[in-house]
């Protein structure tokens, strides 16, 4: 019995060292063995051992040399970028979009699958995510043993206690969907491909595009921060003390369902006067619709409509006037997050944040201070993503790359 502790207790030594270097060479790499014994407190004689192991298995590679003080020069490390591959999936309003990454994030191949409006029975998304496989590992000519994994990001609250071997269960009231077993239906999918067991992780996608922009983005060294997620529906994820925080059952994060107006405009959720119902992008467009008195709307989806929203407020008095409201629920609500999380930084993203962004930050700003205390609200900016509209697919493409570094390499 001791004997097997020791084993136990040697065996997650090592993977724990794996795993410090190699999150500290993904991050902050390329860097020399002297540099990562500085960085991680271990010793330059366990570095130089895991370092070997790494680069044995192809896990890290040599990326040049760097001058030394009088001594020979230090040859520089790095993750191996094309060693693995990962896939994210953001299952969005109007369509499934799938993305095929190498380990530094860079695309290399992507699918859009549409969905018809209004229309998000799980079995046709299921459908829509495993095409979108078979498509980018096709034109990606990757093998599928080189997959760390699937991350998979959906509107709605993703359980995973109780839900057994079939993975996770999603609650997405706006999709009317109740314990759907997602997690088992493309387990179901995937395993259905001869010699494929791709792993899967399912998440909250405010969280997947959280992750993304602290990774990579806007909220890189904030220990504090809300990363807001405004498309046709609205949600955020709350980093606090450099964590995610996900409520008793997962379900934190709702910004979008609180309410801003009481007995107000109905929301999708049943309930009324809800945030969403004012700033998410299907609410913006019924209020502009009501005040153009029935006259056609331009665009042929929710992304050229609401771009054509923004232009036309230069010239129309009605969408100037719903872009102005706009910015005062944002700023109720974002003051409202200022109040009870006291975050660092707030940043907004979705393809619907960055459209509405890109003119209305200023007025967005200005409803924050005058609506958050002044003490917090000062010390808190409020900023745009980084990364883009497609930032959700990437920060679920994050999913298996996080469990593979916390494994210390080794495929979970």
Do not use: K
């Not at 109905?266 to 153009?292: F, T, V």
């Amino acid at each position: 019995m001791v004997a097997a502790q020791r084993r136990t207790t040697t065996r997650d030594l090592r993977r724990g060292n794996r795993s410090v270097l190699l999150w500290t060479l993904y991050f902050d790499g390329p860097m020399s063995r002297q540099e990562l014994g500085a960085r991680t407190g271990l010793s330059l004689t366990t570095v130089s051992t895991v370092v070997v192991e790494l680069l044995g298995e192809g896990l890290v590679v040599e990326a040049g040399t760097v001058d030394s003080d009088g001594g020979r020069p230090r040859i520089l490390l790095r993750v191996d970028p094309g060693r693995r591959r990962v896939i994210g999936v953001d299952v969005g309003e109007t369509r499934v979009r799938v993305g095929l990454y190498d380990l530094t994030m860079n695309e290399r191949a992507r699918a859009d699958r549409p969905l018809e409006p209004g229309r998000h029975d799980a079995g046709p998304v299921v459908e829509r995510i495993l095409g979108g496989l078979d498509e980018v590992i096709a034109a990606a000519a990757v093998d599928r043993g080189d997959i760390l994994g699937v991350g998979v990001a959906v509107s709605g609250v993703v359980e995973r206690a109780g839900a057994g071997e079939g993975g996770a269960l999603v609650h997405g009231q706006t999709f009317d969907w109740c314990a759907v077993p997602l997690g088992r239906m493309l387990r179901e999918g995937t395993a259905a491909h001869p010699g494929t067991d791709l792993p899967l992780h399912i998440e909250n996608g405010a969280r997947t595009l959280g992750q993304a922009e602290m990774w990579f983005g806007a909220g890189r060294g904030a220990d504090h921060a809300v990363i807001a997620l405004i498309g046709s529906g609205v949600g955020a994820a709350v980093v606090a003390d450099g964590g995610f925080y996900h409520g008793a059952t997962s379900s934190a994060g709702e910004w979008g369902h609180t309410v801003v107006q009481v007995g107000g405009r109905r929301c999708r959720c049943g309930a009324r006067g809800c945030l969403e119902a004012y700033a998410g992008a299907e609410g913006i467009l019924d209020r502009y619709r009501q005040a153009r008195r029935g006259r056609p709307m331009p665009g042929a989806d929710e992304e050229s409509a609401l771009a054509a929203l923004i232009a036309a407020a230069e010239d129309s008095t009605a969408a100037r006037r719903v872009l102005d409201e706009t910015a005062v629920y944002l700023g109720a609500g974002i003051a409202n997050l200022v109040n009870l999380f006291n975050p660092r930084r707030i940043i907004l993203g979705g393809w619907a944040g960055l459209l509405l962004g890109a003119r209305l930050l200023p007025q967005i700003r200005e409803a924050v201070a005058g609506q958050a205390l002044r003490h917090p609200g000062e010390r808190t900016s409020v900023e745009l993503c980084r990364l883009g509209p497609d930032a959700v697919a990437l920060g679920a493409a994050t999913l298996p790359v996080e469990r593979f570094l916390a494994a210390g390499g080794t495929v979970a």
